[in-house]
């Protein structure tokens, strides 16, 4: 089994950053392809940003960056300028097994 666990949500002001984590574990001998989503209440969950097995990445906005530790299994969003449109729960996906991990609160607000 997989096992994804996110962190680094919380409250920011409107310009401000956030840097989220994902860290991957359990029946996996390196980090493959791994993806962010987030969702608002009401709406369906929407792709964010990946990072394939090559490294290569692709971002929804170019506000955000994906990067990865190999040494740490980690992933990470790094999001900045950010917007209350941002607002939402953002979840990170480990795409060979499809596990989800639990979701990280994000919140622009001034």
């Known amino acids: 089994q997989v096992q994804v666990v996110e962190s680094g949500g919380g409250l920011v002001q409107p310009g401000g950053s956030l840097r989220l984590s994902c860290v991957a574990s359990?029946?996996?001998?390196?980090?493959?392809?791994m993806a962010w989503y987030r969702q608002v209440p009401g709406k369906e969950r929407e792709w964010v940003a990946s990072?394939?097995?090559?490294n290569r990445t692709d971002v929804i906005d170019p506000r955000f960056t994906i990067s990865r530790d190999f040494a740490k299994n980690t992933v990470y969003l790094q999001m900045n300028v950010l917007k209350p449109g941002d607002t939402a729960v953002y979840y990170c996906?480990?795409?060979?097994?499809?596990?989800w991990g639990q979701g990280t609160q994000v919140t622009v607000s001034s």
């Open positions: 990072i394939l097995g090559d």
């Open positions: 996906r480990e795409l060979s097994s499809g596990t």
């Open positions: 359990g029946r996996i001998l390196m980090i493959n392809s």
